[in-house]
């Protein structure tokens, strides 16, 4: 893959030959473009090669992964009027310091290459280049090849698996139940439920968590569920699944102890030495035990290759550069001690590193693996795929679904909807909490109105249920459901960057799994707290009475989501709610009369759900009434004192100024916010998925 410019806007090549070609038949090849037919054609050739590979428990066929001159740095204020991309030559960028530079290596079928350095080395850098992960707003060059030809970005993720440092599960479910859900939208519309069950029991005894697969993962912190280890070697289980030739993984052992360090490298070395996968890890300060298994390691420095080799190569470099490893000494820590840069003597250790880095490169070790690395050395092919079409994937296929998701739109829904209700059922606060916390304040509402008549001097204590029933709808859940959308949004984020599923078809699945229990809700509160009121009896105002309560809960909720997925942090939503609810509550005609709204607010009655609400149900129990009793008459008149007695249920209403004709037309105003505000929420959800690409 020719990096060059900024990554959006990098050049699509490329792809795949098995042997190591000479540069004349390279150039040959490079005139030659494939139609989407033949595209399509050579990636159902590679899913039939992974389909006869998954039941044999080996992996596909094997790939060398080379890059060279590999440098970066930051692209930000220094671009071309007509594109995004920098232009190398601005004196700016001269000046501008490197991430990386000429950064070169080489991964090999059946090894583990650990990637090592002090913080600042580039180790994460690199790592994401390789990955194709968060490069917005970097300038970058050089090439990657499998097998000697260069990849294009959208191929090197397809044949490769990424395993990040912070584990990521819906904590809910057992090891087996996710393993079933990745393995269902992993391998999807190509294989039968019969062989996704067989291909997760092989993964559970492959990984040693048969003993475990029937626990819950947990939530850190939260639940007790399986252990660091059991958790790394899940994520390591969830990635190859569709026996991918390349594994990438970030520091697998942060916040384990040694021996769980050890017991996750043992299984990476399992992998490749029994696959033939080719695996690249990061790792920061490995044990003495942990680090003696690796095959190779690539030290960096200050963006720099200061050493690629075996261990104990790296060990013999070092004493010829006069930096011998101390006795009974852990060899990794004193290579990175050596090419730490240390704040009291800075400059002193640029130039150590420097000159340890130039040391390498100039070596005739670093010259061979130059050369190895750019293809004008051949090496074996034994055991190296032969894929003999070269092709060019444009955006347009690059943007296919056909080609990005393995799940059909179906399987996508019934897996995300499986979840969605399985998460529910088991999480105490999602279901049994809330249904206790809708009962409790239902029965206390009701006790204080408990039977309240409908006389002059209890319309007010009416009208005050009718607003506790919406405000209090509205509160119990919507600030509840910000809190499980941010928890689970970075679960989305990664899932759908890995292709599992659509952005529409998790939120479509989230929301129907949500309708049963955001109406069970709204319909407890409402059936206990009306008939222990004793509001108007009759069956119909009852049900009018609980449909307008259900719809004020779901707008509520879909301000929650909408909230959660602008900002996305739990804080930041839960402090910007309230600037758009609480005016909302105060124009709702309950605090304020309508009619008496400064004109400069007036139009914010319409935005009030509140108020729409408020409305509906004060209507709904007020036009039942052709008297109310208690109304005192002015001597000598037929008339009675206004403003302090109502003849009947519509005098209430038009102190109110509520229209009798309004009642259904607010149901439906509610109906399309609930909509409006979801639409929101997605549109917003969309964009944060395509940032987070």
């Not at 090849?29 to 050739?45: E, H, L, T």
Request: aromatic share 12%; proline share 4%; hydrophobic share 40%.
């Amino acid at each position: 893959m020719s990096v060059n410019g900024n990554i959006d806007d990098q050049s699509i090549k490329v792809v795949d030959e098995s042997s190591l070609l000479e540069n004349d038949e390279l150039d040959q090849m490079s005139r030659y473009r494939m139609g989407d037919d033949d595209v399509m054609s050579f990636f159902s050739d590679i899913k039939q090669k992974q389909s006869t590979i998954l039941s044999k428990n080996s992996i596909v066929p094997s790939m060398r992964l080379s890059w060279h001159d590999i440098n970066s740095r930051p692209s930000q204020n220094v671009k071309s009027k007509k594109s995004k991309k920098l232009d190398p030559s601005s004196e700016i960028m001269k000046k501008r310091p490197y991430i990386l530079k000429d950064v070169f290596g080489i991964a090999e079928p059946g090894e583990v290459l650990a990637i090592m350095g002090a913080s600042g080395a580039g180790k994460t850098s690199l790592l994401n280049i390789l990955t194709q992960q968060n490069l917005s707003g970097l300038a970058l060059s050089g090439k990657i090849k499998i097998n000697n030809i260069e990849v294009d970005g959208q191929l090197l993720r397809r044949l490769s698996a990424y395993v990040q440092q912070t584990d990521l599960f819906i904590g809910s479910m057992t090891v087996e139940e996710h393993l079933k859900f990745v393995a269902k939208l992993k391998m999807g519309r190509n294989y039968t439920a019969e062989q996704i069950d067989q291909k997760v029991s092989m993964l559970l005894d492959e990984l040693g968590l048969t003993k475990c697969a029937k626990n819950l993962i947990g939530w850190p912190h939260k639940q007790k569920g399986i252990s660091g280890g059991e958790r790394k070697r899940l994520a390591f289980a969830s990635e190859i699944i569709t026996a991918p030739p390349l594994l990438f993984c970030d520091e697998p052992t942060s916040g384990l102890d040694s021996f769980l360090a050890q017991q996750v490298i043992q299984v990476l070395k399992k992998l490749a030495s029994k696959n033939r996968m080719t695996i690249v890890v990061t790792i920061h300060q490995p044990s003495s035990q942990v680090f003696e298994m690796f095959d190779k390691v690539l030290f960096m420095a200050e963006g720099r290759v200061a050493y690629f080799g075996t261990i104990p190569n790296a060990i013999n470099f070092w004493k010829g550069i006069g930096q011998p490893v101390p006795p009974n000494f852990n060899p990794s820590d004193h290579f990175i001690n050596t090419l730490a840069i240390k704040k009291k003597n800075e400059l002193r250790c640029q130039k150590e590193v420097k000159k340890i880095c130039d040391t390498y490169q100039n070596s005739d070790e670093g010259k061979s693996l130059y050369k190895k690395c750019i293809g004008t050395r051949k090496g074996s092919t034994t055991g190296i795929v032969s894929f003999n079409d070269l092709l060019e994937i444009d955006e347009r296929l690059k943007n296919s679904a056909s080609v990005k998701y393995e799940a059909t739109y179906g399987q996508q829904m019934s897996a995300l909807i499986k979840r969605s209700f399985l998460v529910t059922l088991r999480e105490p606060m999602l279901l049994k909490v809330r249904l206790f916390q809708s009962i409790l304040i239902a029965l206390i509402l009701g006790t204080v109105y408990f039977q309240t008549p409908v006389t002059q001097a209890t319309v007010m204590n009416i009208n005050g249920v009718l607003f506790q029933a919406v405000s209090n709808l509205n509160f119990m859940f919507q600030f509840v459901i910000v809190y499980i959308m941010c928890d689970e949004l970075p679960i989305f984020l990664r899932e759908h960057h890995s292709s599992l599923y659509r952005v529409d078809t998790y939120f479509l699945a989230r929301n129907i799994a949500d309708i049963p229990q955001f109406i069970l809700y709204p319909l407890t509160f409402s059936t206990i707290l009306y008939w222990m009121v004793g509001l108007y009896s009759n069956i119909w105002t009852f049900l009018i009475f609980v449909i307008t309560g259900t719809l004020v809960t779901n707008v509520a909720i879909s301000i929650g989501y909408m909230a959660a997925c602008l900002f996305r942090n739990v804080g930041v939503a839960v402090a910007v709610m309230p600037i758009f609810t609480i005016p909302m509550l105060a124009f709702s005609g309950f605090y304020i009369n309508i009619r008496n709204l400064p004109w400069y607010f007036a139009w914010m009655r319409y935005f009030s759900y509140f108020g729409y609400a408020f409305e509906s149900m004060a209507i709904n129990e007020w036009i039942n009434y052709d008297s109310i009793d208690g109304c005192v008459s002015v001597p000598g008149t037929n008339t009675t004192i206004p403003h302090n007695c109502y003849l009947n249920g519509n005098e209430v209403l038009q102190d109110y100024d509520f229209d009798v004709k309004n009642e259904f037309r607010n149901i439906f105003l509610m109906f399309a916010l609930n909509v409006i505000f979801r639409v929101i929420a997605y549109i917003a959800l969309y964009k944060k998925s395509k940032a987070f690409n």
